[in-house]
């Protein structure tokens, strides 16, 4: 079965755009093993870095040099190749049907598409969930201090069940609080768009000082207002972190600030 079909173009398109969900990138992960499928991202991503760093103008140059040196013989219907050789057009013609289409595609998407990012882009080109790396190394010790429901929590955080997770992490808040598992709850909301509490249980962390989790939680928050597009308030705290050099997230913030331009 060939690769070349809309849909695995669509799902390149996506991917070079920065724009693949979490299905969609697990679903590219997994056609990425195929080689065909390897070969064709390959070089879809060429040309779309070679549409970056050179543009339209001189893509359109390169082009029309790469037909010239393909040219075809009515009275052959060969081409040569990059050694010399004459081979047929047909081994390549499909070949140069898809890149042109490629070039075109991608060269209506930056036209047509608005200058700066909209925040479901934002969103989906910066948003991380924290790692979670101190209850990954004990959960395989038999002698782990910690509960079967902390780690039962932070198991569907890094399986990726956020529904699940912010559930288990809601119960064990009820229980006791805990900073640690607050903060943690609140990044599984935001990955079920549950912005607004997500913010409030991230407005309570930021705003005690002197804690492990009070800067991660204004840069969390910041993309939070940006998913319940509350843009001056999140540009607001995204300039505030951009400035602070001990800040965790600062270049984060710095690469978002950029993005939005």
Do not use: C
């Not at 050694?83 to 075109?104: D, E, I, N, T």
């Not at 229980?175 to 768009?193: R, T």
């Amino acid at each position: 079965m060939s690769v070349y079909t809309p849909e695995n173009l669509a799902l390149i398109e996506r991917k070079l755009l920065g724009q693949l969900t979490g299905e969609e990138a697990r679903t590219f992960e997994q056609k990425l093993k195929d080689s065909e499928f390897q070969a064709l991202y390959k070089a879809e991503q060429d040309l779309f870095q070679a549409f970056q760093s050179a543009g339209r103008a001189q893509l359109k140059a390169d082009l029309q040099a790469l037909d010239a040196q393909t040219f075809v013989s009515r009275s052959t219907n060969q081409v040569p190749d990059a050694s010399g050789k004459v081979r047929p057009m047909f081994q390549k013609y499909a070949a140069w049907a898809v890149a042109a289409a490629v070039v075109l595609l991608l060269g209506l998407v930056y036209v047509l598409r608005p200058q700066s990012m909209s925040n479901e882009e934002l969103l989906a080109a910066h948003f991380e969930p924290y790692p979670n790396e101190q209850y990954r190394i004990q959960r395989g010790a038999e002698d782990s201090t910690v509960s079967k429901s902390v780690l039962e929590a932070f198991y569907y955080y890094d399986s990726g069940d956020y529904e699940v997770a912010a559930e288990k992490f809601n119960f064990l808040n009820q229980k006791a609080g805990d900073q640690e598992i607050e903060f943690f709850e609140a990044i599984s909301l935001m990955k079920i768009n549950r912005w607004q509490e997500a913010i409030e249980i991230l407005t309570s962390i930021s705003e005690q000082s002197g804690s492990k989790y009070q800067k991660p939680a204004d840069w969390y928050k910041a993309l939070s207002l940006i998913g319940l597009n509350r843009t001056e308030d999140a540009n607001t705290l995204i300039q505030v972190i951009s400035t602070d050099n001990t800040h965790p997230f600062q270049q984060q913030a710095k690469a978002l600030l950029e993005a939005r331009k």
